[in-house]
């Protein structure tokens, strides 16, 4: 069975403190690994995919990494405004025609000034 | 970039009325979108796919004359949680993918519904 666990379920940092969330996997065949953001009440807001085993990929205080079994979103020095729930998806080969993508139960993020 | 827009937001109705949720992609075409359900602290579960011009697929558990999905336009697809009950509370959020982009799905901001 397709599989995605992400840890720690919840995370408090200090603002500054950098720190990594990790997202396990267990498919039959991944075609991309996806993180996403999603503050509460709202729908998810895209952050990075990535597709092979050493592709790393950043954006401001975030950087996604991919090994064939996890990857990480390392945090660096966050902010208040990091604050949210991050989500980690899979896309199955197979499923690359529609897109279909299969969660992770998230990881909540407070960061405190 | 793309927007997926999601009417209503919000909704509360009784218990054994029907209740209907579009997503709507607003600047690009989507001849396949997803529904997914979002109970409180937990993470998204994929209800259905769905797709333009064909039925929906249902994932496994979900009720398919319960939620039932319309997907008549290329930019539309709607959600009905028919005599909706107590239990069918909870966040719902589409989401679509620009099939001439990028291999991202872009969601919906999600509507709650609270069946009273």
């Known amino acids: 069975e397709d599989q995605v666990t992400q840890s720690p379920e919840a995370l408090r940092l200090q603002e500054g403190e950098s720190s990594s969330l990790n997202c396990s996997y267990t498919?039959?065949?991944?075609?991309?690994l996806f993180w996403y953001r999603q503050d509460p009440g709202k729908g998810p807001e895209f952050l990075f995919t990535?597709?092979?085993a050493g592709e790393e990929k950043e954006k401001e205080r975030l950087k996604a990494t991919l090994t064939k079994k996890e990857s990480f979103l390392h945090i660096t020095a966050p902010k208040p405004e990091d604050s949210a729930t991050y989500l980690c998806?899979?896309?199955?080969?197979?499923?690359?025609?529609?897109?279909?993508?299969?969660f992770g139960q998230g990881t909540t993020l407070q960061v405190k000034p | 970039g793309a927007v997926v827009s999601q009417h209503p937001s919000w909704v509360i109705c009784k218990s054994g009325t029907s209740v209907k949720i579009e997503c709507r992609s607003l600047?690009?075409?989507?001849?396949?979108m997803f529904w997914y359900r979002q109970f409180p602290k937990q993470s998204l579960m994929l209800m259905a796919t769905?797709?333009?011009?064909?039925?929906?697929?249902?994932e496994q558990g979900v009720e398919k004359d319960k939620f039932l999905i319309n997907h008549a336009s290329l930019t539309l697809s709607t959600l009905t949680v028919t005599s909706a009950h107590p239990e069918d509370s909870s966040f719902y959020i589409c989401?679509?993918?620009?099939?001439?982009?990028?291999?991202?799905?872009?969601f919906g901001a999600g509507s709650r519904l609270t069946v009273l």
């Open positions: 498919v039959s065949g991944l075609r991309g």
């Open positions: 990535l597709y092979s």
């Open positions: 769905s797709n333009e011009g064909s039925k929906a697929t249902y």
């Open positions: 998806a899979v896309q199955l080969h197979g499923s690359g025609n529609t897109g279909k993508l299969i």
């Open positions: 600047d690009f075409q989507a001849t396949t």
């Open positions: 989401s679509a993918r620009d099939t001439t982009g990028a291999n991202v799905l872009t």
